[in-house]
DNA sequence: ATGTCACCTGGTAGGTGA
């Protein structure tokens, strides 16, 4: 069983990059982030050409997120329940009884502003929810953009990104309080080659340079720690003609 | 290197967010 988590910037732009991912790693659900979608415009019809269900939740110009699946996903949830919030960051569905929560965290912009206020308020409901999630589905599985780099070995120049937005020790501190709701970050679970990324800045020539952050995880219930086989970066999107800034994180379970 | 990209409004560029 696979699930993959990509930020794609935009599906307009890069729905054949999409299309032709998946065909060439067939997983059982990719959840997507930066869709920049309304629910109208989404391209259920192109995905369901291609032999793919999908569910999908968004907003006009930013955020907006989908869960496509080869089996149709049940029980699906958009956004955190009980937590008003204008912007389309969340959604959820069961899969081979997988319960699989797809995240588009907030950025935050600065620690000093409103929007890691917001972000921070978000983390709090994120996993609050979790935690009913966690308490009714032993196997779940959560992915997608955090934006935080969990530790220094995260971020390719930690010493000029110490305390900057993704960086700062609050970010990474709700990053363990998720690990400490009794999740795991699969990625870790096996020795990867260092500077080991998920996202390269647009400017700067940074993908040429290797200048990257590792900002997007997928977390494992306990329940599922013994099954992960495989978690893995896969660069190649990245290097594409019109690239999103994010490329693919894949984990592997045993069935 | 404030160096790119995507999308909006409202227009033949400029602002916002990432």
Redesign the pocket.
């Known amino acids: 069983m696979k699930f993959a988590t990509w930020n794609v910037?935009?599906l307009?732009?890069?729905l054949p990059q999409v299309l032709e991912w998946l065909a060439a790693n067939p997983v059982d659900a990719l959840v997507l982030q930066?869709t920049?979608l309304t629910d109208d415009k989404f391209p259920t019809a192109d995905f369901g050409a291609a032999g793919w269900q999908s569910q999908w939740f968004g907003q006009?110009?930013?955020?907006g997120v989908a869960l496509i699946t080869r089996e149709p996903a049940s029980a699906v949830v958009k956004n955190i329940p009980g937590f008003a919030d204008e912007q389309a960051r969340v959604i959820a569905g069961t899969v081979a009884g997988v319960r699989v929560i797809g995240g588009y965290f907030?950025?935050g912009?600065a620690p000093d502003s409103d929007?890691f206020v917001y972000k921070m308020a978000w983390l709090d409901a994120l996993r609050a929810w979790l935690a009913t999630e966690l308490a009714q589905h032993e196997r779940l599985v959560l992915m997608g953009d955090f934006?935080i780099a969990p530790e220094d070995r995260d971020v390719y120049d930690p010493v000029a990104w110490a305390g900057q937005i993704h960086c700062t020790p609050e970010e990474r501190a709700q990053f363990q309080q998720l690990l400490q709701l009794g999740l795991v970050d699969a990625f870790r679970l096996f020795e990867q080659a260092p500077k080991s990324w998920s996202w390269w800045?647009?400017?700067?020539?940074a993908f040429r340079k290797n200048q990257g952050l590792r900002i997007d995880h997928i977390l494992v219930s306990e329940a599922l720690r013994g099954r992960v086989q495989a978690c893995t970066i896969d660069k190649q999107p990245r290097r594409n003609e019109?690239p999103s800034?994010h490329t693919p994180v894949v984990v592997e379970l045993a069935d």
Not at 60 to 63: G, L, P
Not at 201 to 205: E, H, I
């Open positions: 910037n935009s307009s732009i890069r930066e920049k006009k110009t930013y955020n907030p950025n912009q929007k934006n800045d647009y400017r700067n020539l019109r800034d």
